[in-house]
C-alpha cells in the first residue's frame, strides 16, 4: 500500500512539471508562451542517451506483421532525478530492466503516457550526476500500412505477384513507433543493429553488413557495424527478397549498392553513374567528404516522399531512382536526378549537421531544396533546371505564404502537428528560395566559404540558425562582399523569425526620374491586413532600357527592415528616361513580388510584345508573369494589365516562361469555363497557343530530333490547345487513344503521355476506358502507372470514374493494389478535369474508407486547398459541408477548413467581379482595328474554323 502511495505521488509531481521541458536560452521564451493545455512533446533533460543497440525479429516473408524487439540504452545522468523518460507508441513492453555502471541492477516502475508518447520510468534511487547507466527493454509491435515506424509495403514482382517489404520510416517523430528511444533530433548517437529474419530474404542498414549468422529454424541474423553518431530518425533498416548491385569507388574506398526488385536490377545505371558524379560535385563544393563506409539505396514504394535520407541507407520510391530507356520520360529523368541529389544533399545538412530542434527543419530542407536543382544541372546541362527553380518551384510557394495565417521559419513547434507543418512544402520551399537570395546577395564564392566554415564547424553535432548566420558572416567580413552597416543575421532574422514576404510597389516620378519604392507584406487576399506592419531587409536589384544587365544581380540599393520608403535616383552607370521601362529584382533572386505604376507596366508589356530577341531575360519575363497575375488575383492592379503581359507568350519559345504562363492559364480555364468560355478566354487561347501546335506538331520528332526545351514544351501547348477547344488537338489525341485500345500500340508521345491520354479520354467511349483501366491494373513499372493514374479519371463520365474511385478506396480488395500516391493521383486528376462533382461526392459518402486507404495526410490537405481554390458556385455548399464532415471526423483540422472556406469565397467573388470584364478584353482584343493586317486576318480564319471543329466533333 505505502508502494502505490509513493508512486501516486510520483506521478502527481512528475506530472505537475512535465510542461517544464528543456529548451535552449533561445527558445526558452517561446517555451514559456505556450498554451497550459498543449503538452510538449520534449522529454525531460534528466538523462541523455550515449549508445543503442538494438535487436528486431520479422516474419515478413509469411506476411506477419508482428515483430519484437529489444534495445539495450546507455544514458548518463544529467541530474539527481528519480524518474527516467522516453518515447514509445504502439508498442507493447514485455519486459525492462536498469543497471548502473557497475551493472547493479536497480529497482524500477514504469508507466507509459500512451496520449503523449511517453514512457516514465520510476527508479528507487536518484540517479547520479554525470553517472552512466543502462536501460533495457523487450517490446513486440505491429507493422504499420501506412509510413510510420517500422511498416510494411508491397510491390508486384516480375512474375505478377504481391511481395512484402518490412521497413522503417523513422523521419520525424515517428522513431518511437518502432522502438523505445529519445526520438529528438538533439541526441546524436552510435547505434549497432540486428535483424532476423528469413534467409530467403536480405536485411540492410545505415552500416555495412558485420556478420551472419544462421539458426535451425531457417531464420539468420544480420548484424552491422557500429555507426557513426547520428539522430535516432536517421536510423533505417530493411528487411526484402530484392536482388542487390554494388560498385566499389576505390579511390574514396565506398561502396554504391542498390537494393530493388529483382526484374529492376539493370535500371540502376544512371542512377548509380548520377551518384557518383554529384557525389564529387559535393565533396568539392562542401570540401568535406562523404562520412560513412557505404551509400546505399533501396527501392521502397508508397512511403509518402519521394525520398528519405537516412544516412547510409537512403529510400527512393522507384520511379524516383529506376531508370529505363523504354519508358522513363525526360521529365522522370529530371525527376530521378533531383530526388538523388535532395537525399545527397542532405548527407551533409542534416546528417553530418543536424538541427536542434524540429522548428529548424528549414536548415536541413531548405539546403536540399535548392541544391538538387543546382547540382543536378551540372549532370543534366541541357536541362534548364536553374530556370525551372524559380518558375516551378519557388513561384508556387510564394503563393503557398501569401496568407495571413502563414508561419514563420524558425516558429517554434510543439505538438506533433506542428512537428509535421514544419515540413510542409510552403516551408522548406521558402527557406530554399530564401537561401538562393542569400548566396546571391552575399555572393556565390562567399556563400560557399561560408557553408564550408559552417559544415566543418558543426560537423557531428547540432545546429541553430545562428550557427549558419556566424559562418556566412565570416566570409562577408572577409571577402566585404556587404556593406559594413548591414549584417547578415539581422538581414536572414527578418526572413526566418516573421511569416510571409514583402511587395515592393515601385513608383516612378517621369518629371524628376526619380524612383520611390516601398514596402509592406504581401497577402493575396484583399480581406485581410498586416496588422503587425512587418518589414524585411530587401535586395534591391535594377535594370532598365538603357542598361539592361540581366545577368547582374546584385544588390545596388537595400530597403532596410523598419524602412518604408526609399529614394532612388539615375547614376552614371544606370539611367533612364520616361520611355524606359524599369525591372526591379533581377533574375527573381529576391525573395518578394514587385508592383509597378500602370506606366511602367505597360512599358514592359509592350517590350515583351516585339518578341524575339527579348532585351528582358527569360526569368525575368517569368516572373513579370507571375506577378502581375498574382497581384491581379489579389486586386492590388487591374486584370487587364496581367492580359496586356501574357499576350505576348504567342512569340515566347522558353519552356521555363510556359511553365509560369501554363500555370496561370490553367487558373484562368478553371475560373472561367462556363457557356461563354469557347467565345471568349477558349478563343484567346487559341490565339497564343496556334502558331506553336502548328510548330511542334502533336507528334514527336516531326522536324527531326527535338531539342530538350521542346519536348517539354509540347505536353503544354497540347494541353492548352485541347482545352482551348481545338478541334485538330481534339481528334488527334482521341485518334491516339482509340488505336491504342483497338491494337495495343502505343501512339502517344514519351513526355508527359498523360496529357494526351487525359484529353484521348475526354471524349473517349466506354470500350475505350475500360481497356485503359484494365491496363492499369496488368502495369508493374510504377512510371508506366503513373502515366495512366494521372489520365484515366478524365474521362467523361460520372458513374465510371465514381465506380473508379470506389475501387480505389476499397480496402477489402487483395487483387487490385494502388499505391496511396496512385491514389491521390486518380482523384486529383479527376477534380481537375471536369469531374470535381464526383470527388466531392466521393469524399463525402466514403471518407471513413479514404481514412484507411489514402489517408488524410499532407497530400490529400494540399489537394483540398486546390479543389477549393477552383469550384463552380453550384458546388461550393457541398464541399463546404463536405469540409465540416471531415472536421467532424478528426480527418482534417479548423486551419484547413479556414484556409479552404477563404479560397473558395474569394474564388466566387473573384469570377462575380472579373469575369465580365475579361471577356470584354478579350472581345476588344480581337477587333478588327487590333489585326489591321492581312497576316492578322489569315491568323484567325484557322482559329475559327478549328473552335467550330471541336465544337461539332465534342457534340458528335
Not at 508562451?33 to 525479429?57: C, D, F, G, H, M
Amino acid at each position: 500500500m505505502f508502494a502505490r502511495i509513493v508512486i501516486l505521488c510520483l506521478l502527481i509531481i512528475f506530472f505537475s512539471i512535465r510542461g517544464c521541458k528543456a529548451a535552449s536560452s533561445t527558445e526558452s521564451t517561446v517555451v514559456g508562451s505556450i498554451k497550459e493545455n498543449v503538452q510538449s512533446l520534449r522529454l525531460t533533460n534528466t538523462t541523455e542517451p550515449l549508445a543503442y543497440e538494438l535487436w528486431l525479429e520479422t516474419r515478413i516473408h509469411e506476411r506477419v506483421l508482428d515483430y519484437t524487439g529489444r534495445v539495450r540504452i546507455t544514458i548518463r545522468a544529467l541530474e539527481a532525478a528519480k524518474v527516467l523518460t522516453i518515447n514509445s507508441e504502439n508498442l507493447q513492453i514485455k519486459s525492462y530492466n536498469f543497471h548502473d555502471h557497475l551493472n547493479n541492477l536497480m529497482r524500477v516502475s514504469y508507466y507509459e503516457d500512451k496520449r503523449y508518447t511517453f514512457v516514465d520510468f520510476f527508479l528507487e534511487d536518484e540517479l547520479r550526476v554525470g553517472q552512466e547507466y543502462v536501460l533495457e527493454i523487450t517490446f513486440s509491435g505491429l507493422l504499420q500500412s501506412i509510413p510510420r515506424g517500422f511498416c510494411y509495403t508491397r510491390y508486384v514482382d516480375e512474375s505478377g505477384d504481391i511481395s512484402y517489404v518490412a521497413t522503417s520510416f523513422l523521419h520525424v517523430t515517428n522513431a518511437r513507433m518502432a522502438f523505445p528511444c529519445y526520438d529528438e533530433p538533439r541526441y546524436r548517437t552510435p547505434f549497432k543493429i540486428h535483424i532476423t529474419h528469413h534467409a530467403s530474404m536480405m536485411a540492410a542498414s545505415n552500416m555495412p553488413v558485420e556478420s551472419i549468422s544462421n539458426s535451425s529454424d531457417g531464420n539468420v541474423m544480420t548484424s552491422f557495424q557500429e555507426s557513426v553518431a547520428m539522430s535516432v530518425n536517421l536510423v533505417a533498416f530493411t528487411v526484402c527478397n530484392y536482388a542487390s548491385r554494388k560498385f566499389l569507388v576505390e579511390e574514396k574506398n565506398l561502396e554504391i549498392g542498390f537494393l530493388v526488385p529483382k526484374h529492376a536490377i539493370n535500371q540502376v545505371d544512371f542512377a548509380m553513374d548520377f551518384i557518383i558524379s554529384t557525389v564529387n560535385k559535393l565533396e568539392e563544393y562542401i570540401g568535406i567528404g562523404y562520412n560513412l563506409p557505404k551509400l546505399e539505396s533501396v527501392v521502397v514504394n508508397d512511403l509518402m516522399h519521394n525520398g528519405l535520407e537516412n544516412w547510409g541507407l537512403m529510400v527512393y520510391d522507384s520511379k524516383s531512382l529506376l531508370f529505363n530507356e523504354n519508358s522513363t520520360t525526360p521529365s522522370q529523368k529530371m525527376e530521378i536526378g533531383r530526388t538523388i541529389c535532395h537525399q545527397l544533399a542532405h548527407n551533409y545538412f542534416g546528417n553530418l549537421v543536424g538541427i536542434r530542434w524540429w522548428n529548424y527543419a528549414w536548415m536541413t530542407e531548405g539546403f536540399a531544396n535548392y541544391h538538387e536543382y543546382f547540382f543536378t544541372s551540372y549532370y543534366l546541362p541541357d536541362f534548364p533546371l536553374k530556370e525551372i527553380f524559380v518558375t516551378d518551384f519557388l513561384q508556387k510557394n510564394l503563393v503557398e505564404n501569401s496568407y495571413l495565417m502563414s508561419t514563420s521559419l524558425n516558429k517554434y513547434v510543439e505538438t506533433r502537428k506542428e512537428v509535421e507543418d514544419a515540413f510542409d512544402f510552403g516551408m522548406v520551399s521558402k527557406a530554399a528560395g530564401v537561401l538562393r537570395m542569400c548566396d546571391n546577395m552575399v555572393e556565390r564564392p562567399t556563400f560557399q566559404k561560408g557553408l564550408q566554415k559552417y559544415v566543418r564547424e558543426m560537423a557531428f553535432d547540432v545546429a541553430g540558425p545562428e550557427d549558419f548566420y556566424r559562418s556566412i558572416q565570416a566570409a562577408v567580413d572577409e571577402d566585404k562582399t556587404l556593406p559594413e552597416d548591414i549584417k547578415v543575421a539581422d538581414i536572414l532574422s527578418s526572413w526566418t523569425d516573421q511569416p510571409g514576404y514583402p511587395l515592393i510597389t515601385v513608383m516612378r516620378n517621369y518629371q524628376t526620374n526619380d524612383i520611390v519604392v516601398n514596402q509592406q507584406r504581401f497577402l493575396s487576399s484583399r480581406e485581410e491586413f498586416d496588422r503587425d506592419g512587418l518589414s524585411w531587409y530587401i535586395p534591391l536589384s535594377i535594370a532598365t532600357a538603357k542598361n539592361p544587365e540581366m545577368m547582374n544581380s546584385k544588390p545596388r540599393e537595400w530597403l532596410k527592415r523598419g524602412t518604408r520608403e526609399l529614394v532612388i535616383k539615375t547614376i552614371e552607370n544606370q539611367t533612364w528616361t520616361s520611355d524606359d521601362w524599369i525591372l526591379f529584382n533581377i533574375q527573381q533572386t529576391g525573395y518578394y513580388r514587385v508592383n509597378y505604376d500602370t506606366h511602367n507596366w505597360k512599358l514592359l508589356a509592350n517590350d515583351l510584345y516585339k518578341g524575339s530577341p527579348y532585351t528582358i531575360g527569360l526569368i525575368n519575363r517569368a516572373q513579370i508573369i507571375d506577378d502581375s497575375f498574382n497581384l491581379a488575383y489579389s486586386d492590388i492592379i487591374q486584370f487587364t494589365i496581367a492580359l496586356d503581359i501574357i499576350k505576348y507568350v504567342k512569340y515566347e519559345r522558353e519552356y521555363a516562361v510556359w511553365v509560369t504562363a501554363y500555370r496561370h492559364l490553367l487558373n484562368m480555364i478553371r475560373r472561367l469555363d462556363g457557356p461563354s468560355y469557347s467565345l471568349y478566354f477558349g478563343r484567346f487561347l487559341q490565339h497564343l497557343t496556334y502558331d506553336h501546335f502548328d510548330r511542334l506538331d502533336v507528334f514527336e520528332n516531326t522536324h527531326g530530333k527535338d531539342e530538350v526545351k521542346d519536348i517539354f514544351l509540347r505536353p503544354i501547348i497540347v494541353d492548352l490547345a485541347c482545352r482551348s477547344g481545338s478541334g485538330m488537338c481534339l481528334i488527334a489525341t482521341r485518334t491516339m487513344v482509340t488505336a491504342e485500345a483497338l491494337t495495343g500500340h502505343v501512339l502517344v508521345p514519351h513526355e508527359k503521355p498523360s496529357i494526351y491520354y487525359c484529353h484521348g479520354l475526354k471524349n473517349a467511349d466506354e470500350n475505350t476506358f475500360q481497356f485503359f483501366w484494365r491496363k492499369l491494373k496488368s502495369l508493374t513499372n510504377e512510371q508506366e502507372r503513373t502515366h495512366i493514374t494521372n489520365s484515366i479519371s478524365c474521362y467523361h463520365n460520372f458513374n465510371s470514374v465514381y465506380a473508379l474511385l470506389l475501387e480505389t478506396a476499397n480496402p477489402n480488395l487483395v487483387d487490385v493494389f494502388y499505391t496511396n500516391l496512385e491514389r491521390f493521383q486518380i482523384l486529383m486528376t479527376a477534380a481537375r478535369n471536369g469531374n470535381v462533382k464526383a470527388v466531392v461526392h466521393f469524399l463525402r459518402e466514403n471518407h471513413e474508407d479514404i481514412a484507411r486507404t489514402y489517408t488524410f495526410n499532407i497530400r490529400m490537405e494540399q489537394g483540398l486547398k486546390e479543389i477549393s481554390g477552383c469550384l463552380q458556385e453550384e458546388d461550393q455548399k457541398e464541399f463546404a459541408e463536405l469540409l465540416q464532415i471531415l472536421l467532424a471526423a478528426g480527418h482534417i483540422n479548423s486551419n484547413l477548413v479556414e484556409r479552404c472556406t477563404i479560397d473558395m469565397e474569394y474564388h466566387r467573388k473573384w469570377v462575380k467581379e472579373n469575369k465580365i470584364k475579361i471577356e470584354e478584353w478579350i472581345a476588344d482584343y480581337f477587333r478588327p482595328a487590333r489585326h489591321n493586317s492581312a497576316m492578322g486576318k489569315i491568323i484567325n480564319l484557322p482559329i475559327i474554323l478549328f473552335s467550330i471543329a471541336g465544337a461539332f466533333y465534342v457534340i458528335f
